[in-house]
């Protein structure tokens, strides 16, 4: 398994951006499809964002399409996403996931590996 942190949440105004980082642990991180999942409070956790190997795949939630922005960066461990345009909708924790698979999934429990999340609150 490997692990994930988070970081780069905050309470942010809509209209502006935000990018938040997902850090791995290990050598074989470039393996890893990784996904941007967000859950709001009294909601199921929901997919947003996925990238797979050599960033040759991404995927993306309708409702974000257009706004947000996933990338990787594997000589850093890196997976962000970029929030342009952020809504109030947006708001929610934020989390990471893995999976040593070359799909991307929108289905949480196909993710064995998770972060802890970061909060973003979308002010209007």
């Known amino acids: 398994q490997v692990q994930l942190i988070e970081s780069g949440g905050g309470l942010v105004q809509a209209g502006d951006s935000l990018r938040l980082s997902c850090v791995g642990s290990?050598?074989?991180?470039?393996?890893?499809?990784v996904a941007w999942f967000r859950q709001a409070p009294g909601k199921e956790r929901e997919f947003v964002a996925g990238?797979?190997?050599?960033?040759?795949?991404?995927d993306y939630e309708a409702s974000v399409k257009g706004r947000f922005l996933i990338s990787r960066d594997d000589s850093e461990n890196t997976v962000a996403l970029l929030m342009n345009s952020p809504e109030p909708s947006d708001t929610g924790v934020y989390y990471c996931?893995?999976?040593?698979?070359?799909?991307?999934?929108?289905?949480?429990?196909?993710?064995?590996?998770w972060g802890r999340g970061t909060q973003v609150t979308v002010s209007s």
């Open positions: 990238i797979t190997r050599l960033s040759a795949h991404t």
């Open positions: 290990g050598q074989l991180f470039a393996l890893y499809t």
């Open positions: 996931a893995a999976r040593l698979t070359n799909v991307v999934e929108r289905t949480p429990s196909m993710y064995g590996s």
